[in-house]
């Protein structure tokens, strides 16, 4: 089992920047990569970006958040961070950290409670 604790979202005003923090615990030498998804009032979950766990490790972003979003990791810690610049209102949403031991399209099996963002305009 993993265990994930998402921190640091708050209120910002548009155009402002934020950090989320993601702890992780538990078996983590299986997992093979981490993400970040959110969802906003009445909409679906969405991707926002991941970050695989490997050496020289890859990323990748959703379209709405590519160029103002960053995701990192620090495997000593055991931490994942999304750091996320020039924030719009609709990037408002509850965010959450997932973890997967698989890639492509098999799912995130393992989720935080997620931490809310909210951009005022």
């Known amino acids: 089992q993993v265990q994930l604790a998402e921190s640091g979202g708050g209120l910002v005003q548009a155009g402002g920047s934020l950090t989320l923090s993601c702890a992780a615990s538990g078996s983590l030498r299986s997992i093979y990569r981490m993400g970040w998804f959110r969802q906003a009032p009445g909409k679906q979950r969405e991707f926002v970006a991941h970050i695989t766990t490997t050496t020289g490790s890859t990323t990748n972003y959703a379209e709405p958040v590519r160029g103002r979003f960053t995701i990192s990791r620090d495997n000593v810690k055991n931490m994942v961070y999304l750091s996320m610049n020039n924030l719009r209102s609709e990037d408002t949403a509850v965010y959450y950290c997932?973890?997967?031991?698989?890639?492509?399209?098999?799912?995130?099996?393992?989720w935080g409670q997620g931490t809310q963002v909210t951009v005022s305009s």
């Open positions: 997932a973890a997967s031991r698989g890639w492509g399209t098999q799912p995130y099996e393992f």
